[in-house]
């Protein structure tokens, strides 16, 4: 069955970076678009960034242009997300999304807290 673990989640300072992953099993991995989603206190969970299965950025949010880079590695079934310069703006938990046969799946989450 399809499953997606998000790791790489953690309490950063402002400025700071991180880099998420998403493993991926159980589906064609190179024929779908990836997308991160995050979801703050209180919010919407709102898109973050998508890629296409061979590597073009489909999409990104405007609050994390510039600075958060959407990327894949096809031979290992992962897709990351380079964060840069994060602001406390950016604290959610964020999640892994793909949809393989009109069906959707999420990954289970991890969060990333900015915070001095």
């Known amino acids: 069955q399809v499953q997606l673990v998000e790791s790489g989640g953690g309490l950063v300072q402002p400025g700071g970076s991180l880099r998420l992953s998403c493993a991926a099993s159980g589906f064609i991995f190179n024929r779908n678009t990836m997308t991160w989603y995050r979801q703050a206190p209180g919010k919407v969970r709102e898109l973050v960034a998508s890629i296409s299965g061979r590597g073009g950025t489909v999409g990104s949010a405007e609050s994390v242009k510039g600075r958060f880079t959407i990327s894949r590695d096809n031979a290992k079934n992962t897709v990351y997300l380079q964060m840069n310069s994060l602001t406390p703006e950016d604290t959610a938990v964020y999640y892994c999304?793909?949809?393989?046969?009109?069906?959707?799946?999420w990954g289970q989450g991890t969060q990333v807290t900015v915070s001095s």
């Open positions: 999304y793909v949809s393989v046969g009109g069906t959707a799946y």
